[in-house]
């Protein structure tokens, strides 16, 4: 198919609807337990001193119910009654444990909003909306002959993927859609993507700026198309970094994003839903999150924009209740000395690596790690895979 076709069958359509998320009283309790440990830990000590389990295991039960049932009555009128909201299947539902600061993340808003830019901002405009909301929004990242041309490049792979997880995964299959085509490799398959999306000055930058403040140097964690099928109910809200639990800090990023659009996204079509702000909240995976109307919003923009996001904040792909795809790129960059989701050397082979910018390569894999206390990984033979093209 040729990029001008594609770009028609691109379109936008409007379509109204929504979901909705059922209250289940396990959740509650999952937010009391561990919203209050101290509950359980006071009673422990009750039991100890007391010599008492049985009393005092009745006095946390009833402790706990009248504390369910007020968390269930205040959260049912806040949180849950959410007309338009979230797809969380009821085995990933993780509220926020520490407390219920999500509930206020909308600062001097009435509802929440991404900042949007144009091509030509500088990186200190975007700094400080990235600081406050996790993520901006920066129109014409890609100019219109890039997106076309990636699309070109990538439309035989768009026409002939299937939709649905390759992993074969229980839980990867529900991250990633069954409605949802998702394929990688980029870089082997489009010299465009590696110009204008891969080495793009303003992910770049935004990388060099969040990333080396704990990493000498960065790479590609993947390079991916996110095409979200007609029907497909929203992702469950994550964070991005949750994909290295260990490495997890409170002080760096360890991954920063780009989601580009190579179609409009809408709110109807499957625009990523992002909550501003929940970069903040303190370290930990999340996996599920309700969140109220007011908090959540919606990367709406044209096709060729970026969406440069955190990997702090939370954020998931929209439902789609449009009859058309919703044709996406993400790429993500993570810090030079962990592990990424795609092993990008091992798809991009030597004679195609040798034929692209030294920089390319690098975050490509085709090159090694120079920490900054000294240690060197990822070597060819004690040298550096980059001197492997000398
Ligand atoms: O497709 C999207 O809008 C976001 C997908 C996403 O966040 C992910 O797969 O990690
Ligand atoms: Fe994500």
New binding site residues.
């Given amino acids: 198919m040729r990029a001008s076709q594609r770009t028609r069958k691109l379109e936008a359509s409007e379509v109204d609807g929504g979901t909705n998320v059922d209250v289940v009283v396990d959740v509650v309790l999952v937010v009391v337990v561990e919203a209050f440990p101290e509950i359980a830990d006071v009673s422990d000590v009750d039991v100890e001193e007391q010599d008492n389990e049985k009393a005092s295991n009745t006095m946390v039960k009833s402790f706990s119910e009248h504390v369910c049932i007020f968390f269930f009555l205040v959260f049912d009128v806040n949180t849950f009654d959410v007309q338009e909201t979230l797809r969380v299947p009821r085995d990933k539902q993780k509220l926020f444990s520490s407390d219920a600061s999500f509930l206020k993340m909308v600062h001097d808003k009435s509802m929440a909003a991404l900042e949007i830019f144009d091509n030509g901002v500088s990186i200190e405009q975007i700094i400080p909306a990235l600081e406050r909301d996790g993520a901006v929004i920066i129109r014409d990242l890609l100019s219109t002959e890039a997106t076309n041309q990636i699309i070109e490049d990538l439309s035989e792979t768009l026409e002939t993927s299937t939709p649905g997880s390759k992993s074969g995964i229980e839980s990867w299959e529900d991250f990633h859609g069954d409605k949802t085509v998702r394929f990688c490799g980029l870089a082997a398959k489009s010299r465009a993507f590696v110009d204008h999306a891969l080495l793009n000055e303003y992910l770049i930058k935004v990388s060099d700026h969040y990333l080396l403040k704990g990493c000498a140097d960065y790479w590609l964690n993947t390079g991916q198309v996110?095409a979200?099928g007609s029907s497909e109910p929203a992702?469950y809200l994550?964070r991005?970094e949750d994909n290295w639990p260990e490495a997890m800090s409170e002080d760096h990023e360890i991954t920063f994003s780009c989601?580009y659009a190579l179609s409009d996204f809408t709110k109807e079509n499957?625009g990523?839903v992002v909550i501003p702000g929940s970069q903040n909240l303190p370290t930990g995976v999340i996996r599920g999150l309700e969140v109220p109307p007011e908090e959540i919003a919606y990367a709406v923009m044209p096709a060729g924009s970026g969406m440069i996001y955190s990997g702090k904040v939370v954020?998931?792909?929209g439902a789609n209740i449009t009859e058309q795809m919703r044709y996406?790129m993400?790429v993500s960059f993570v810090a030079g000395w962990l592990r990424p989701e795609e092993a990008s050397p091992l798809v991009i082979d030597k004679e195609t690596a040798a034929t692209l910018p030294p920089r390319a390569r690098q975050l490509l894999g085709w090159g090694s790690y120079h920490s900054v206390g000294g240690g060197r990984t990822w070597l060819v033979d004690f040298d550096d895979a980059e001197h492997l093209f000398d």
């Fill in positions: 996110m979200v992702q994550h991005d989601m499957g990523t954020h998931g792909a996406g993400h």
